[in-house]
């Protein structure tokens, strides 16, 4: 004797309820994990390296590049993620840098995401024969800078140097919704960059 249609029904809602809940669980448990993975402070503040990549889109970020940079932290700066438009004498001036001391030091790149600032670096890094970056970014966005950057610049030692940008509450970040929201959408982010890496590699 089959099965009435509606306890089947009721049946396959309660199996697909419940991968619901458990993908949820696994979703909350890798967004806390990803949260404690966000650096609180520069781990590595001190090891030269050949040079400086500064991913523009952030507070803090181009003037601790510019201030690694002046104490001689690196040799060279590529800033990835200029707006077109913009040439080095005009950024420096904007911050108050004299061109002449850093125009040679100094190169820029128009990427537009955190995937093209990892391909456009890779190409800046093989032309000017760069062994060692020092990767500067916010701090809830290295994780995913680092990832991409491994990737495509597996053979480069990459030292992390995130800067904090004021208006965003790491240390209690699920009691902040600002800073909620930027740490779910960068976990989200983070996931669909590690799945493209593991298609690709994959593939390849």
Request: aromatic share 10%.
């Amino acid at each position: 004797m089959s099965r009435p249609p509606y306890r089947r029904t009721g049946r396959t809602i309660s199996r697909l309820g419940g991968a619901l809940i458990l993908l949820a669980g696994i979703w909350g448990a890798g967004l806390f994990r990803f949260a404690d993975a966000i650096p609180l402070v520069v781990a590595d503040p001190d090891t030269p390296t050949d040079a400086i990549v500064v991913l523009t889109g952030g507070s803090g970020r181009l003037d601790e590049g510019l201030r690694l940079l002046e104490q001689g932290a690196a040799q060279k700066l590529f800033i990835s993620g200029v707006y077109r438009g913009i040439d080095i004498k005009n950024l420096l001036e904007s911050y108050r840098r004299n061109p002449q001391d850093l125009n040679c030091c100094v190169s820029i790149g128009y990427a537009v995401d955190t995937i093209s600032n990892a391909t456009e670096t890779r190409d800046w890094v093989r032309k000017n024969n760069v062994s060692s970056v020092r990767l500067v970014t916010s701090g809830y966005h290295m994780p995913r800078s680092v990832l991409e950057f491994e990737y495509e610049l597996p053979e480069v030692t990459l030292i992390p140097n995130p800067v904090f940008p004021a208006h965003v509450k790491q240390s209690q970040w699920w009691a902040w919704p600002g800073t909620t929201g930027l740490i779910v959408t960068e976990y989200n982010k983070f996931l669909l960059s590690w799945v493209r890496h593991k298609v690709m590699t994959i593939l390849t």
